[in-house]
């Protein structure tokens, strides 16, 4: 089973859209970590957060905002008002904790995001 | 602060051979993570290394195996090349143990094997 699902595959957005890129984990831990990474036509991923099990707060910082439910499993990722270089590939990722092994790192298998101008 | 650097950034091999990669991290950083990205299977977690020692490792054969030197830099190998290995070779670095730092990603090394 996936541990980190992103079933959005590519989706496609007019400049100043909004949306909503989603991302659904797995894991039985108490303690993990969540991030999103933004991996753009140059291919250099780029870390865009990190959270923790424990912090539900939502996060925005600039156009971007991300919501974590734990009660759903979800950690998703929304861009407001869209624009062309906001194109990429998202990455949504999962770190468990299991004791003495150090962390396991899981990434799903992307969406590709398109902003047309 | 000069980013995480991957050399060489393209490699070509033939089935059979080995090779290495290199991974220089950001000055500071104490851990390194290595990844393969290919179409079919995504992102996947090879191993990562702290201070010198294996902390993790992902499920990966044993033909693929790396080490960390005294000054951080990481190098990995693969040994009996298949055309699978074919990949984009990802290394991240970060100040402590990944999952809980940030990483910061190299532009990584494109492997083709022929």
């Known amino acids: 089973a996936q541990k980190v699902t992103q079933a959005q595959t590519e989706i496609s957005v007019v400049e100043k859209e909004d949306v909503t890129l989603d991302c659904v984990y797995e894991t039985r831990d108490t303690t993990y970590y969540l991030f999103w990474y933004k991996q753009p036509p140059s291919g250099e991923l780029v870390f865009l957060i990190r959270r923790n099990s424990f912090d539900e707060q939502n996060e925005i910082s600039g156009r971007y905002s991300w919501n974590f439910q734990k009660s759903t499993s979800s950690f998703n990722f929304t861009i407001t008002a869209s624009q062309v270089v906001d194109s990429a590939v998202y990455f949504c990722a999962l770190s468990e904790a299991p004791p003495n092994t150090g962390n396991q790192f899981y990434f799903g298998t992307g969406t590709s995001l398109t902003v047309i101008p | 602060k000069a980013g995480v650097t991957q050399t060489p950034r393209y490699l070509i091999k033939t089935r059979g051979q080995q090779v290495t990669l290199s991974c220089s991290p950001i000055s500071g950083h104490r851990s390194v993570s290595w990844y393969q990205q290919t179409p079919g299977q995504g992102l996947q977690f090879l191993f990562e290394y702290f201070s010198e020692t294996q902390r993790n490792k992902g499920n990966f054969p044993g033909r693929f195996s790396g080490r960390q030197f005294s000054n951080s830099r990481s190098e990995m190998n693969v040994s009996t090349l298949e055309l699978g290995d074919s990949a984009l070779y990802l290394c991240?670095?970060?100040?402590?143990?990944?999952?809980?730092?940030?990483?910061?990603f190299g532009p990584g090394t494109r492997l083709t094997v022929t």
């Open positions: 991240a670095s970060s100040l402590g143990p990944s999952g809980t730092y940030e990483q910061y």
